[in-house]
């Protein structure tokens, strides 16, 4: 009975590995390139994830990338060297770390619109805004 089971976890794995296959091959031959060539490369680092997800979000300019770039960057050393540091109680550190994250959201703040700002803040309460519309308007839905 058991070499049975066996039998029929072994076709099922089989045939699950042909239909991934197929859906692979069936990609390739209607013109596009396989699934995981198809997405765009994605940024190396935190920072330029961060900021390519901002510039996406809030149609940020290259001078706002550059501009803003820098205190990632510094943000997430100073995170870095916050988290080697073994001696502060967790209390406190965990209190650090939100200055810095709020420090470095200030200073980025000063760098956006005010409807980049107004986007930034729905972006992190979970609300989706079209970035060509003006700050308080609701997403028109066609």
Not at 51 to 66: G, K, P, S
Not at 75 to 104: V, W, Y
Not at 117 to 139: F, H, I, N, S
């Amino acid at each position: 009975m058991r070499r049975v089971w066996n039998y029929i976890l072994a076709a099922c794995i089989l045939m699950g590995l042909i239909g991934v296959a197929q859906g692979m091959f069936a990609a390739q031959e209607a013109g596009g390139a396989p699934p995981s060539a198809q997405q765009a490369p994605r940024p190396r680092g935190r920072v330029e994830r961060q900021l390519q997800r901002m510039t996406e979000t809030l149609n940020l300019t290259d001078d706002q990338v550059a501009k803003i770039r820098p205190i990632l960057q510094n943000r997430n050393q100073q995170l870095k060297d916050l988290r080697g540091d073994s001696s502060l109680p967790q209390g406190e550190a965990r209190a650090k770390a939100a200055a810095i994250r709020r420090s470095a959201r200030e200073q980025i703040d000063q760098i956006l619109t005010p409807e980049q700002r107004e986007m930034e803040r729905a972006a992190r309460r979970g609300v989706r805004q079209k970035p060509t519309g003006q700050a308080g308007e609701l997403p028109q839905h066609q």
